[in-house]
């Protein structure tokens, strides 16, 4: 049985949240970029409106000013200076600089606030000491924290607004005959001043939810690594950070909120009540054809040969597995859809039936309390959030291309 390291609880935590909330729908944007994008993977708000967009699929940097109808490219791809390699990821850091998570080049890109690329740095390749979890909270089977040159941690996932950079770790252990996959991940703070690095909490993650394969010998061997991916509509847990710092934790088994304050005080939120969507046959078909469709990661490192180690990255759909089984119900949201606004709000994505083309958001106040539900146009999902309430979605056609738009939350 799991400890806390300081647990807070609510009055109310073991009682589920009443279904009755104040409903918000989003219907008309304010804007809307004319010119599509291929895959939207993040997308960052500066202090003048204009929007930096990372468009993983096309290797694409953008500065985009929606008012305007403008973009102006930034970077450009490559492995020299300013350049990136597979952009996939894009935080906020302080006085209006921001950085792109580089995997292929295994390194991240500052962006200043005038859009000009910065420069190049690495995470975890510093001599400092790996992330240790405080005394009695490293779960049963919890994954370890595997350092990766110019990967750092894991996977980047969010910043605060002193500029730490938050990781997740992926669900690897390292065993006496090489990588196995864990049920449960860390959740790593980054500190770029200081280097100090520690482990917040813990993140519960599905079956199956990575694997390793290797092949070759000698010089010349090849692992291959994927997470995520293997199971339809997995459980696990999502989470993302507020700028204080705090990390919110929403739990699948019982859908509440966890959050962790900076010096690992935790808070733990009411039950939120919901109804289990079936997975039928119109859900199973609505996976194959998400999963067709849908963006990943893969880096291929191989080592040795005649062209000495190289990298190559892809954000093309992995080839579709039939699963083996599936489960009964999707889970109770959508693990990739958390968001926290500048004002501390956290936004999570419920699952809903495939018949339903409308995506609804639970809306939770700063200290982690339900406060009402909003629900956007079809087809149309959050990417993050502006000054002043401001909500930046995707609008996805009938040719699967993405539309950014801005709208007043």
């Known amino acids: 049985m799991r400890t806390p390291y300081a647990l807070a609880l609510l009055a109310a935590a073991a009682l589920p949240v009443a279904a009755q909330q104040p409903t918000r729908t989003l219907a008309k944007p304010l804007a809307e970029y004319g010119e599509p994008f291929s895959q939207i993977a993040a997308i960052r708000e500066l202090k003048d409106g204009r929007l930096l967009v990372v468009d993983s699929r096309d290797k694409l940097v953008q500065l985009v000013d929606l008012t305007a109808k403008t973009a102006t490219k930034v970077g450009r791809e490559g492995s020299g200076p300013g350049e990136y390699g597979l952009p996939t990821q894009l935080f906020a850091l302080p006085g209006d600089s921001s950085v792109i998570f580089d995997p292929l080049n295994q390194r991240y890109l500052m962006v200043h606030p005038d859009g000009k690329p910065g420069a190049s740095f690495r995470v975890g390749d510093e001599p400092s000491p790996p992330p240790r979890p405080p005394q009695g909270q490293r779960p049963e089977g919890g994954g370890q924290v595997v350092r990766i040159g110019g990967l750092g941690f894991g996977m980047p ?59 070759g010998s000698g010089g010349n061997q ?35 909120l966890d959050l962790v304050s900076p010096t690992r005080v935790v808070t733990r939120g009411a039950v939120v009540a919901h109804s289990p ?80 083309p409308t995506q609804t958001y639970d809306v939770f106040s700063i200290s982690g309390k339900l406060t009402g539900k909003v629900v956007l146009p079809k087809q149309t999902r959050v990417i993050g959030f502006g000054a002043g309430g401001t909500v930046y979605t995707i609008r996805v056609d009938e040719d699967d291309l993405q539309y950014l738009q801005r709208y007043r939350g």
């Open 277 to 356: 969507v079936k997975v039928g046959n119109a859900e199973k078909q609505e996976y194959r054809d998400q999963s067709k469709n849908a963006g990943g990661i893969m880096i291929m490192r191989t080592e040795g040969g005649p062209g000495g180690s190289q990298n190559r990255g892809s954000t093309a759909p992995p080839p579709f597995e039939e699963p083996a089984e599936w489960p009964a119900t999707k889970p109770p949201f959508n693990a990739n859809g958390i968001f926290a606004t500048p004002a501390g709000e956290i936004w999570i994505a419920r699952n809903r039936s495939a018949a339903d």
């Open 222 to 256: 090849r692992m291959e690594v994927r997470i995520g991916g293997r199971t339809p509509y997995a459980a696990r847990d999502a989470w993302t950070v507020l700028a204080n710092g705090t990390v919110v934790i929403a739990r699948v088994g019982d859908y509440r």
């Open 157 to 215: 996932r969010a910043s605060d607004a002193r500029g730490r950079l938050y990781f997740e770790g992926g669900g690897i252990s390292m065993g006496p005959n090489g990588p196995v996959t864990a049920d449960t991940a860390p959740i790593v703070r980054y500190d770029r001043t200081t280097k100090a690095v520690d482990t917040l909490a813990w993140v519960n993650l599905p079956k199956n939810n990575a694997s390793v394969k290797s092949s």
